[in-house]
């Protein structure tokens, strides 16, 4: 059977039946089309011309982020941070850390760093430590700390031993060779090359040098450039006499500011309109 006659066949049926019936029939398939189209239209996806139009997932009610029809996506977009220096006095509490009678190494680390951390906060920068008292803080919450607040740089301060060897005597910072850094313009080892030099300018101490130290749990595990300053030698008399003096504690405190200074500087730390240093990874 052919197209024509079927619907010359169609169109008899249709002709015999009463006008009435035809007129409610005719109403029914204007519902129906009507309903079908609105079931279609409502699972049509429209994404505008605008800048970061919402739509909606497939059956979910989570409004997505479309993001920029030129392109652009918020979610890469590189802001500024709030600078934070997180400060690491090694030891603490029953770990004391080298030692020379009543002289513990804990306690120079962090009478050190909260020198450093009060002239910091005098210049305007955030400081964190990962211990202010004499408690003992084991070595991966340390990291995590500085990891949860993505830290700009991370400042363990620590005093030296050599038992075996008490003539051995200097400064030295140690540090984790970076395969991927987070800033370009600084990393571990470019922190302890300023570190280094301040200290000894500061201290008059002998140079050890930098050391690469790529185990060291606080210099592996942490993402943000990270140095240990090991300020001079407990187990070396003139050392000792060194690191049991105030002003020494203090001298060694503001080296440690200067470098921390000209390291942000480096990254680019800039200060907002509010006055928080600032910087952007990169």
């Not at 600078?83 to 009478?111: C, F, M, Q, R």
């Not at 008399?237 to 440690?256: E, G, N, V, Y």
């Amino acid at each position: 059977m052919n197209k024509k006659s079927v619907v010359k066949k169609m169109q008899k049926r249709y002709l015999h039946i009463p006008p009435a019936k035809r007129i409610i029939l005719l109403v029914m398939g204007i519902l129906i089309l009507t309903v079908v189209g609105i079931g279609i239209g409502s699972k049509i996806v429209s994404k505008g011309s605008g800048r970061g139009n919402d739509y909606l997932t497939d059956n979910s009610n989570e409004v997505v982020n479309a993001g920029d029809t030129d392109g652009t996506s918020h979610a890469g977009e590189i802001k500024p941070k709030e600078v934070i220096v997180v400060i690491d006095p090694g030891h603490g509490g029953e770990d004391w850390g080298a030692y020379s009678g009543t002289l513990y190494e804990k306690d120079i680390n962090l009478d050190i760093s909260l020198k450093l951390g009060k002239l910091l906060e005098d210049l305007g920068v955030k400081v964190v430590y990962t211990r202010e008292t004499d408690v003992f803080v084991d070595l991966d919450p340390r990291v995590e700390l500085a990891n949860r607040l993505d830290a700009t740089l991370f400042i363990s301060v620590h005093s030296n031993s050599l038992p075996d060897n008490s003539e051995y005597k200097g400064t030295e910072t140690l540090y984790c060779p970076s395969s991927n850094p987070r800033y370009s313009k600084m990393d571990g080892k470019k922190l302890a090359t300023i570190v280094q030099k301040e200290l000894i300018n500061a201290l008059g101490t002998v140079d050890n040098g930098i050391i690469e130290r790529p185990n060291l749990v606080v210099l592996r595990k942490t993402v943000m450039p990270a140095v240990i300053a090991e300020i001079a030698y407990i187990s070396n008399p003139s050392d000792r006499a060194k690191l049991a003096d105030d002003a020494f504690r203090q001298k060694a405190a503001q080296a440690l500011a200067n470098a921390v200074m000209k390291a942000l500087d480096e990254m680019g730390m800039v200060k907002d309109e509010n006055g928080n240093y600032m910087i952007i990874p990169n």
